[in-house]
C-alpha cells in the first residue's frame, strides 16, 4: 500500500475525537459485528488464503507494534477491540494516514456508512477508502464488488499474484480473475501466478491463451504452449482441436507440437497432426503419417478411413513420389 506520509489533520478539532475510541466506534452491545458466525467465518477466509488475510499483510508491514494480528483480529470483544485500535492509532510506524485507512476497514465491518462517516471526517481521499474497499471486499470474499475498487485506476494495489490467487481459486467464474489482469496496473510477475492465469485462461480461450504464451518469460514459453496442446486435445477436443490445428504457429511452435504428439499415446493427437499437415499442405508428411501403424484399422467416418485419404493423396501426386515431394 503505498500513500504519502502525513501527520496534519484536515479538520484540525477532530484529532482527539478521531483518536477516541468511543467517539469512532459504536458502543452498544448489540452492534458489535464479530459474532461467533462471524469471527468463524473470518477464520475460514484466512485458512482459504493461505493463512493470511489481505489485511493482516497490509496491517503486519505498517504497524509493527501488533505482534499477532491473527490472535488480534477479529477482537473477541469490545475492550479487544480497543486495544486493537489504540495500537493502530498509537503506532510510530505507521503515518497517520495509514493508521486511519486501517481504522476505515475495521469500521467496515460495522457497515459502510460507519466507515464512509469516519472517512468523511478523518478527510481519508476517496481512492484510499476505495482501496481499502477493495481489501474488505477481497478478504470477506466479496469478489464482484472488490472488482471494480482494485482495478480502479487511481489504485494501486499491493501483492497481485495474492489478489490473482484468490480470484482464481475462490471467485465464482474465472472472466473475473482474467479481467483483474486486464485491468489493473499491477503486474503478475511469479511463475506460479503466470501459470494459474494462464490455465485459467485456456478454459476461457485457447486462443487467448495461445497468444498470452508468446508474452510470457522465455523459459516458460514451452512449457505454457504444451499445456495448451494438452487442454485442446482432451477438454472439448471436438471444437479445440480445430481451433488447435489453425493456429498460427511459429516453425519453432510446430516442432514443439509435433514433439508433443509423437510422444503422445493418444490416437486423436496423431489425428490431429495429420490433419494439420495436411492444412498446411505437407502431402509427404501426410502420405506417411496416414500409412503408419495404428491408422491402416481405424473405422470409417462418415464413409472415409485414414487408408481412403492416404490413397486421396497418392492419388494426388500422381506419377510423383512421397521422396519427391
Given amino acids: 500500500m503505498s500513500v504519502p506520509r502525513t501527520n496534519s489533520f484536515p479538520n484540525g478539532g477532530e484529532e482527539d475525537a478521531l483518536n477516541d475510541f468511543r467517539q469512532v466506534f459504536p458502543q452498544e452491545v448489540s452492534k458489535f459485528p464479530y459474532t461467533k458466525t462471524r469471527s468463524a467465518r ?17 496491517i503486519g508491514e505498517h504497524v509493527r507494534e501488533i505482534e499477532s494480528i491473527t490472535d488480534s483480529y477479529p477482537p473477541k470483544s469490545t475492550s479487544s477491540l480497543r486495544h486493537l485500535f489504540e495500537k493502530i492509532t498509537g503506532s510510530e510506524t505507521a503515518d497517520r494516514l495509514k493508521q486511519q485507512v486501517f481504522v476505515y476497514y475495521l469500521l467496515r465491518d460495522y457497515g459502510l456508512e460507519y466507515a464512509q462517516s469516519y472517512a468523511k471526517r478523518a478527510g481519508i481521499p476517496s481512492h484510499f477508502c476505495l482501496m481499502m474497499d477493495g481489501v474488505w471486499c477481497l478478504d470477506n470474499f466479496e469478489f464482484e464488488e472488490a472488482l471494480p475498487c482494485i482495478t480502479h485506476p487511481a489504485v494501486t494495489l499491493s501483492y497481485p499474484d495474492k489478489v490473482l490467487s484468490a480470484l482464481l481459486q475462490h471467485a465464482p467464474s474465472p472472466h473475473l480473475a482474467l479481467t483483474f489482469v486486464d485491468c489493473s496496473d499491477s503486474p503478475v510477475l511469479s511463475d506460479a501466478s503466470r501459470r494459474s492465469y494462464f490455465s485459467a485462461l485456456l478454459d476461457v480461450s485457447p486462443s487467448q491463451a495461445f497468444l ?10 514451452h512449457e505454457l504452449l504444451r499445456a495448451l496442446i494438452e487442454h485442446c486435445l482432451t477438454v ?4 479445440n482441436a480445430m481451433t488447435l490445428i489453425n493456429l498460427p504457429m511459429t516453425r519453432e511452435e510446430e516442432e514443439v507440437f509435433e514433439e508433443w504428439v509423437r510422444k503422445s499415446n493418444s490416437a486423436i493427437a ?7 499437415q495436411a492444412h498446411m499442405g505437407c502431402l509427404k508428411e501426410v502420405a506417411e503419417g496416414a500409412a503408419g501403424v495404428g491408422h491402416e484399422a481405424e473405422a470409417k467416418v462418415a464413409g472415409v478411413s485414414w487408408v481412403d485419404l492416404k490413397r486421396g493423396v497418392e492419388l494426388g501426386m500422381g506419377q510423383r513420389t512421397v521422396a519427391e515431394i
Avoid: C, N
Wanted: glycine fraction near 0%; charged fraction near 35%.
Fill in 236 to 239: 472439448r477436443r471436438e471444437v
Fill in 42 to 58: 473470518i477464520a475460514k477466509h484466512r485458512a482459504l488464503l493461505d493463512k493470511s488475510l489481505f489485511f493482516d499483510l497490509l
Fill in 270 to 276: 496423431k489425428d490431429t497432426l495429420l490433419v494439420k
Fill in 212 to 221: 498470452y504464451q508468446r508474452s510470457a518469460p522465455v523459459h516458460l514459453r
